[in-house]
């Protein structure tokens, strides 16, 4: 981990601010503080800084200067300002809420996470009284903005009370004067054309998972009914062509897709991409496995080291930088998230990587029965007999009290970096966050122990990729294009 480190003050250069942390990276050192500033610095630059040998003739020195890395030179102002914009989240209440509409599924992938019951399961539904309700108590959420997520299970197989809260939602935005947005995860099995014209006028966002190539998706995605990559990629390319060809009546979304990254995906890195970039997706999100739900009793089979996961990351955005050069239009979400947060000083909404979590703060989950939970994994963990995440019921809480739960109070706690001995002093502390969920299921604490994580090992992976890719001109070039404005 790196540490807080200072130098001492001479009369060549004024030493570090006293809140910078660096990380040594291939080909140099990465310096970042507080407000989320950062330098890249060679080897040979981060001596003379640290030795005290930088003339404030330097043009460097002027550069750190301006990035509040040295001391006495500090615009606070500037840097105050960066720090409120990374954390005015903290001024609003949860603006993601999930309605878990029902716990049925059709398909049995390997990596589930969210508990699916079988597809004639029972009792497993969520009713309209309890549907409406959830609207009712997300919108009281002081959230200017209001995203609610419909998932599952397979949501369309409540196809009605979707239908419904949709109609529901919208007339609640209007009254209250709060921006609505709808989304819906599906896996497209159960799409018709009546449903997707609903969904289109109504301006429902929706996505979908995509594996990657046929023989890969349908591996992890079991779907005994068909052949899942093909009913996905029909629907795909039927909503993409929705978006192409807009309409005045209402404003079409581009489609997306999400991809779970599993054992089986690790040396398919450029199948993977190259199936993205072939049915026209601009994003794709490598998104890590994690060991929740039916993924933690697989784990020795679909899962895999930090280290592993960390040398697909880099290969894949090596071959994605390598097809932007060639012109073709391709990011990678989470790098675009943390980018964000790097170049951009805002908070992008990743509520997974936060400080504090989103956990309660930022989102809440809506099980099927109305039950609250601090997040869609720790309703997870509910589903498994442990009601650790759980902060009330939609029936018998007000938001006020569900937020003022133990549960969400000590997510919020356990999450806070500042509290953290290792995150505190972490070069990545600025763009990062821990999930109390992951912790729990992994190592037993909300807390947990950064020192042996595989889930911070995995992140500071990430990060070490995304901050050579900045240290490099070219590869610099591309991603500044994929977050900052012309």
Known sequence: M????????????SSPAPQALWEKLDGGRLLTNEAGCHAWLKEKDFSRVISGKLAETDPLFADLSA???????????????????????????????????TLRCNHKCLYCQSSAAAEGAKKTDMDLKTALKSVDFAFTSPNPGITIEFQGGEPLLNWTVLKAVVKYSRKKAAAS???????????????????AKFLLENEVSICTSLDGPADLHNKNRIFAAGNSHAGTVKQLKYFRKKYETQVPEYRTFKVSALLTVSGYSLSRHKDIVDEYVGLGLEDIFLR????????????????????????????????????NRRGTVIREKMAVMMLEKILNFREPGYLDARCPCGAGIGQIAYNYNGDLYTCDEGRMVGWEGDDIFRIGNVFKSTLKTALASPAARACAVSSNLESQPDCSRCAYKPYCGVCPVFNYESQGSLWGNMRSSDRCRLFKGIFGVIFAKLGNPADRKILEKWVLKE
């Open 67 to 101: 990035r509040g890395f040295v001391r006495g030179r500090m615009d606070f102002e500037s840097l105050a300002a960066k720090w409120r914009t990374r954390n005015e989240h903290l001024n609003y209440g949860p603006g993601l809420h999930i309605l878990v509409l």
């Open 288 to 323: 890590p496995l994690a060991p929740i739900g039916y993924a933690k009793g697989l784990w020795e089979k679909i899962g895999y080291t930090s280290d592993e996961f960390t040398s697909f990351y880099a290969k894949c955005l090596d071959y994605i930088l390598k097809l």
């Open 2 to 13: 790196a540490a807080k480190k200072t130098v001492r003050n001479n009369k060549k250069f």
């Open 177 to 195: 004067k709060k921006q609505l947005k709808l989304a819906l995860v599906s896996n497209f099995a159960l799409m018709t054309e009546e449903k």
